[in-house]
Nanobody, 124 residues
């Protein structure tokens, strides 16, 4: 079992930045992902990173604005979000893929452990 705790969410104006952090009880060799869910919408993939950082994937709408990174020694996975837009408003979740699929996966169903989420609100 892995416990995941997100932090760093908040309210920011459009064009601003936030850095989300996910603290894990242990990362070992898990692939990690960030997802988000806006009110009335399904949870969607945002970004993921392989266990060794060798593969990174982003949804098109955040490519070039968001950066995912991990520090296996500190058991943390971060999501740096720049040039934020009102459409980025959602609850953001950190997730761990126990099977550490290669290539990495965007499917919600492939992730085994989830954090409680952190709210990100971008005002126009």
């Amino acid at each position: 079992q892995v416990q995941l705790v997100e932090s760093g969410g908040g309210l920011v104006q459009a064009g601003g930045s936030l850095r989300l952090s996910c603290a894990a009880s242990r990362l070992t060799t898990y692939a990690m992902g960030w997802f988000r869910q806006a009110p009335g919408k399904e949870r969607e993939f945002v970004a993921c990173i392989s266990w060794n950082g060798g593969r990174i994937d982003y949804i098109d709408s955040v490519e070039g604005r968001f950066t995912i990174s991990r520090d296996n020694a500190k058991n943390t996975v971060d999501l740096q979000m720049n040039s934020l837009k009102p459409d980025d408003t959602a609850v953001y979740y950190c997730a761990a893929d126990r099977d550490s699929r290669w290539p990495t996966t965007r499917s919600v169903n492939d992730y085994d452990y989830w954090g409680q989420g952190t709210q990100v609100t971008v005002s126009s």
